[in-house]
């Protein structure tokens, strides 16, 4: 059985590997095919038994709809059922109205392409069963989850994170709590820091610097590996859904 992930950045890319081998079980696996440097999409098959694991990066969240029109084109092309990928889990970050409208608005666009949009409508944390045909007119069974992350407010992948860290270590918490007000502060004409999503990703900067501050800059993604993502309750609750993959 194929599976695969749809992640938005580099963050969310490393984070969701790392937690599917440690938490779910599954093992490393080798660069995939659908994996495209010129338009900066990572992607790495990971492998559980008979079963298969993609996760992608997008590029940005803007990019999502393209991945999964990239996967169902994949499966149009299959000649047997269970080559196809089966499930397909969408992650972005809850950003804000207007955001999650357009990238729900794009995954749309791409359904109606492949003639699977019949009164089905993506609803954040609920699985929706879909009807795809392949190649040779064979039908096929398509599940599809749509994860926007934090459930419980607007926000990023970082924010989440840093929200999870800070219910499970009352030190961190201050550390977190410091360097967010530090940003919400410092760039008080918003020469750099223009947008919100800017000062989200440079809380988590400012987090990490201190959080491993002997580490090089550029090596976040071998911090992110190191960080024991596992224990943390508020991850196990709201990927629970990835275990079922």
Known sequence: M??????????????????????????????SSLRDDAKKVKARELQKKNKTLTILSSGGCTQIPNRLDSLLTK???????????????????????????????GINCVLEKFSINKNIKLENRKWQSMKMKNGISEEIS????????????????????????AAKDVYDKQIIEKGNDFIETVDYEARYLKHRRDKTKAKMDVYFS???????????????????????EKIQECFSELKTL
């Open 2 to 31: 194929n599976s695969a992930i749809i992640t938005e950045g580099p963050t969310d890319y490393t984070f969701i590997q790392y937690y599917m081998r440690k938490v779910c079980a599954w093992d490393a696996g080798h660069e």
């Open 210 to 232: 201190v959080r491993a501050s002997a580490e090089q800059f550029t090596e976040r993604q071998n911090i992110l590996k190191n960080i024991e993502w596992e224990k943390y």
């Open 142 to 165: 398509v599940k599809i989850l749509l994860l926007l992350i934090p459930f419980e407010e607007h926000g990023a992948i970082e924010t989440f994170l840093l929200d999870a860290i």
């Open 75 to 105: 499966n149009s092309y299959t000649s047997k059922n269970e080559e196809a990928f089966s499930k397909i889990v969408i992650i972005s970050d809850n950003d804000d109205e207007q955001s999650n409208k357009e990238i729900e608005s």
